[in-house]
């Protein structure tokens, strides 16, 4: 070797004259694969901003709704007398609009007229006098959801000049939507709808509450089975399983069905919930259940990491004053574990939150009008709300796909924010 | 009307006396609570052990009443009715017991209620409200008699303490063995579907036919009379869209990691590391909404701009989509795996005078590699069964095409479109669904065991 290098100095090629002379390329490369490192985060990031970008720039408009103000008169003559409920209400609201143009005439000119109002002002006016009798007879101004195309127009997501060539409009209809404007009829308001009502085939009409609901049953289900269970899992394997091959068929199992896609745990749901034991359709409870076998591994392993986390020392302390086995767990080794476990039974809930397909596999993906009151009612979840919305060709429903999906993803944050404050709260080093 | 919620909370009643009632019995055969010291077990147990002896039967008894209790009311329902009814094929009595039980349940049922159903129906109530008063009566007996047998045992010596540590060490074992059940669920239930549909279109014919197109004609003489079911063109497509997504994710989330674990300074990591996480944490509905809303337009007017003829459902967008969902597991796992590589060999690479990216790409990553080729094992079986980014952003016909710009369909899609909707059980389509499923299962359950064998093999190798 020193031989060699001899040579070379002898040849007046030196080490580091090799080393110099590449040290340039060298540098050059290293800084290369550093800014390569620094665009791959970058462009997640990117990413993850378009995203949020293009949902909230898609969604936040459906915060508001477009309303328009209609002169009322609840005509006794289309309200049955001892029953309030019964009556033409889309009649009454017709009348209204007819009164307010009186040059418009012809059939097809009127129906146009009424296309601008939501079929749901009928229901709206219903719902006042049921609330208060005292209407009937009387004139009222009323400010009634417009219809969803009026909607879009009013936010400018729709154009004057495209949709009229298109049909969506016709001039007439445009005159008087600018004419109730000259008036101050029209007015943006913030969308109660959206937030109080379930689902609809009216884009003006539909709204998330069912499918909150629904997600609330669901994961109430899910909660109730999988923490127990969870919980009793880990203590098991961690304190109290020999180190057998049973044992470790269960450590495999459970690992391999955190991986096993959640789209075959729909399958067994539905071989298995719907047809082996005949539980109903589209229910919260089923889906519940097969969301329960979903988390059991996630929050299984959380809750042995929790485990793992209690020093030894502790459950020595406990032994060496006399309590049982059992005693040490379920009152020293339990409580200090809990925050952690809790955290990983809110991650796995957060998870669950969010899951769609297998609960497309159980029927959770029916039209349902109804908000669910039980386990047992038809339902369906903010995910699947979120999948049918943006399955509707209707221009309003983009808005309240993105407006549902922000809903979902402010919940998704609140529980993992929750997590991440037990786990900053509780933490404790030994 | 016992409605069954009434029957449980009826027991879990009697279940919290009995806990008390073993309380109370406990300190009374001590003699006073100045003398319980004399008892085996502190007095809190003797109620406990009452409770669970009371309470688990009387659980156990409700359960099986409540899974067989439809079964046996519908089959009396059913021989009730008259004749020419019960002659009637097996799927019309199912419609006409959907209904009664519909009438029952007080909701709107599809088809008028005739006289005879009507019958049936205030039969089928009758029987419910039957079953649900003996129900009651049967649990709540056996409740109240081992609460007297129990609570007429417990003596000083009895060993309260230990019985209720051991009820509570087979709830434990039971509770660990729903990750067993759950595995051999999915695979008896997948199995047995795809058995069904194996019989009726050969497994050869499945695995290799180049043609699908699973929509049977109602009437025989119509085109697709028979349906084709050459699963070929779906494993085409599902590797497809996995491979761009994996080309995606790979070196994005690899190149993430490395910078992440050897590059970054503290402040960037804590602020770029919650954020990719982030990314892992949305619902892949969003991302499928997402893909559909922004990115397949866009890679369309791309397309179009540059004259290329890209269908609105690419499978470009979607592997995109799903690329961009599985770069923060990729690199979040990558990040373990090159954590996990001793200090030792950088320091031995720096003394030798190598730079940090030669330190990296020749000493970090080759010890890395089996942890990241596992991780990215991993990534790919995600890959393969995700669903939603597909159902949403991906077409529906099967082409067998490895044209990325072209529409294809996966095996995930194939599932939700088969089983999604109107069904009847029978048919090959809907057992169709069941055979891929069961092929999903095996192929993402290999990659896993695979990438784990591999993942903890190589964290052995330095701890």
Redesign the interface.
Known sequence: MSSQLSNMSDNGIKPIDI?KKNLAG??W??QR??R??????L???F??A??FF??IG?GYSALLQTYLKIDVFFDPGKIAKNDPGNGDYPGIVKVSLQKMFPDVTGRRDKRQLYKLISSGAGFQLRKMVLADPTLIGHQQSIWVPADDDVDMLMKGHLSRQEDTQSGRFNRQQLQWLDRLEAEKRIKKKFNTIFFTSGDSREPELAGVLGAVAGSFFTLLVTLLLSF??GV??A???EE??PKNRWTD??E??????A???????G??G???FL????LPRSAPLVGGLVLT?MT??TI?IAGRAAIQAVPPSIRDAALGVGA???QTIMHHVLPLAMPGMLTGAIIGM??A?????PL??IGM?AFIVDIPGGFTDPATVL??Q??LW?DSPERAF?ER??AA?LV??VF?FAM?GLAVYLRKRFERRW | MISPTTVLFILLLLTGTAYYIGLRRSVAVAGGLEHVRKLHSRPPYYGAMTALWCGIPALVIFAFWQTFEADIITNLVVAGLPNEIRNLPADQINLIVNDIRNLAAGNIVSSQATQVIQEATSHYSRLQQTSHTALAVVAGCVCILVLVIVQHKISKTTRARNQVERIIFWLLVSCSIIAIFTTIGIVLSVLYEAIRFFKAVPVAEFLFGLKWSPQIAIRSDQVGASGAFGAVPVFTGTLLISAIAMAVATPIGLMSAIYMSEYANKTFRAVAKPLMEILAGIPTVVYGFFAALVVAPVIRDAGQWIGLDVSSESALAAGLVMGIMIIPFVSSLSDDMINAVPQGLRDGAYALGATKSETIKQVVLPAALPGIVGSILLAISRAIGETMIVVMAAGLTANLTLNPLKTVTTVTVQIVTLLVGDQEFDSPKTLAAFALGLLLFLVTLCLNIIALVVVRKYREQYE
């Open positions: 080393v060298r540098r490369a290293e694969f550093r390569m490192g620094l665009a791959a985060i462009a997640s990031l990413f993850l378009l995203l293009s949902i898609n127990p269970i009793a899992s203590v098991y394997l109290f399983a068929l269960i495999v199992n459970i690992n391999n069905l991986a096993v896609p959640s789209i075959v745990f399958l067994l539905l071989a298995v047809n082996f034991f005949g076998l059991l591994p299984i049982s086995k059992m957060a998870r939150l969010g899951e769609t397909a497309l596999m993906v995910p699947v979120v999948y943006a983009v796909t993105s999906t979902l993803l998704l993992n």
